[in-house]
């Protein structure tokens, strides 16, 4: 009966937190437009995806990685539909920060605002009942292991908040030079990554059979 009470509690928790990442206006006049916070999942997600931040695309449909990038992280990644990607059992989908924060001036998109990740990522890290974490690309790994190289997170399993975690390289086209440079993380380390969701999403459609 108190495991049920808790699990109820733990849910309103995330049902207000939620609510108030999604109203949250903080960097509005950083931006110079309305935000728009993107997260997706529900508080039993299996895989926490934690990337850097919406891009346009995703700002404009309100849809998590609904790019080409996000075609190649789930179909050549992964090795996933869209249906499992975006089933909100499997996958807790966030960003370090939650908006698009807008074009730089000498192109590209700017840094994720830090305020973000302080303010609401760390506190769905908290209520998440998640099993591994995966981060997406380098500003996300630089915020949770700041010292570290960020080849070297790739290529070695990590541990964050107790649990398993999996660094990958943004998959963006931009990045073609670092994939050229490190044939092995299509050949072999993706591969393992790969593994393990299957893994996760093979026990937990088991559980619901």
């Not at 509005?28 to 919406?54: C, H, K, T, W």
């Not at 050549?76 to 990607?85: A, L, M, P, R, S």
């Amino acid at each position: 009966m108190q495991d049920y009470t808790d699990r109820i509690s733990q849910e309103q928790h995330y049902q207000e937190l939620r609510r108030q990442i999604q109203e949250c206006r903080t960097c509005q006049d950083l931006f110079g437009y309305e935000p728009r916070p993107i997260l997706f999942g529900n508080v039993n997600a299996r895989i926490m995806q934690i990337s850097q931040a919406p891009s346009r695309k995703v700002h404009e449909t309100g849809k998590p990685f609904n790019d080409a990038s996000g075609q190649k992280l789930r179909h050549d990644w992964y090795g996933i539909t869209d249906e499992e990607f975006y089933n909100p059992d499997f996958f807790y989908i966030v960003s370090v920060a939650h908006c698009f924060p807008g074009k730089a001036p000498g192109g590209g998109d700017r840094k994720p605002p830090k305020i973000c990740a302080g303010k609401w990522l760390l506190k769905e890290m908290e209520l998440v009942n998640n099993e591994i974490y995966i981060l997406v690309g380098r500003y996300a790994a630089e915020f949770f292991y700041p010292k570290c190289k960020f080849t070297d997170l790739i290529f070695k399993d990590q541990r964050l908040n107790g649990k398993p975690a999996f660094v990958l390289p943004h998959p963006s086209p931009l990045n073609v030079k670092w994939f050229l440079d490190h044939p092995e993380f299509e050949d072999k380390r993706i591969k393992e990554i790969r593994d393990e969701i299957h893994r996760i999403l093979n026990k937990k459609s088991e559980n619901e059979a």
